[in-house]
């Protein structure tokens, strides 16, 4: 079965750099979401949308923005990259706002130096 | 917002053991209880979930129970294998417009041959 498709799956940047991520939900899925995973700590919602628009906000830093497009894909913009954003990045994707079950994504691995 | 509490941090258990991974959270509103299994490298895999109307549920050698007047949702895994070790992850959703998952900090099973 088709899952989550999230790119590029490592990125290095340096600091007070730019990072875009790139997320694809499973086909048929209209709600995604991005969270991010520090080192040893649990995933932590950023951001979802529902049908192109924003649906709900977590802990996103003002220098992130995220968006998603007509075809479903989601990407996520970071601007003036800090040490400390160096963290696993996954977009999940759902079925419906209806819908609980969300299905990650391999994840992007993004590194500031 | 939601508080999930996830315990015990690791967990080692031998081959055909069974592991029981025990979860509590604040928010009486959260209806949905969802858990991951996270190898190392890899995007949170959904195992198994139960919902605030269904006391228990189980898919073959996984079950997941919960307790809504205490507020604590457990992972049951029977006959464990090598292939289980991972780090599993509780979360919780509410029913409102968003659909975010707070997580619990995870547990690290390690099934011994």
């Known amino acids: 079965a088709a899952g989550v498709i999230q790119s590029p799956r490592h990125l290095i940047k340096e600091k007070r750099e730019t990072a875009t991520l790139k997320c694809y939900p499973i086909?048929?899925?209209?709600?995604v979401y991005w969270y991010q995973q520090g080192p040893g700590q649990d995933p932590q919602f950023l951001i979802s949308?529902?049908?192109?628009?924003?649906?709900d906000k977590g802990s996103i830093p003002d220098r992130f923005s995220a968006q998603q497009f007509s075809d479903y894909h989601s990407e996520l913009n970071m601007s003036s990259l800090e040490l400390g954003d160096s963290a696993l990045y996954f977009c999940?994707?759902?079925?419906?706002?209806?819908?609980?079950?969300?299905?990650f994504g391999p994840g992007t691995r993004l590194t500031v130096t | 917002g939601e508080n999930v509490e996830q315990h015990p941090s690791t967990l080692s258990v031998q081959e055909g053991d069974s592991a029981v991974i025990k979860c509590t959270y604040s928010?009486?509103?959260?209806?949905?209880f969802p858990w991951y299994k996270q190898e190392l490298g890899k995007g949170p895999q959904l195992i198994i979930d139960?919902?605030?109307?269904?006391g228990e549920k189980k898919d073959q050698r996984i079950a997941v129970t919960l307790n809504k007047t205490a507020k604590h949702f457990s992972l049951h895994i029977t006959e464990t294998q090598p292939e289980d070790s991972a780090v599993y992850f509780c979360?919780?959703?509410?029913?409102?417009?968003?659909?975010?998952?707070?997580f619990g900090s995870g547990t690290q099973l390690t099934v011994l041959p």
């Open positions: 979360a919780a959703s509410t029913s409102g417009s968003a659909r975010q998952l707070t």
């Open positions: 928010d009486s509103a959260s209806n949905y």
């Open positions: 086909p048929r899925h209209d709600t």
């Open positions: 949308f529902y049908e192109k628009m924003q649906s």
């Open positions: 999940a994707s759902s079925q419906g706002r209806g819908t609980y079950e969300q299905y």
């Open positions: 139960i919902r605030s109307n269904v």
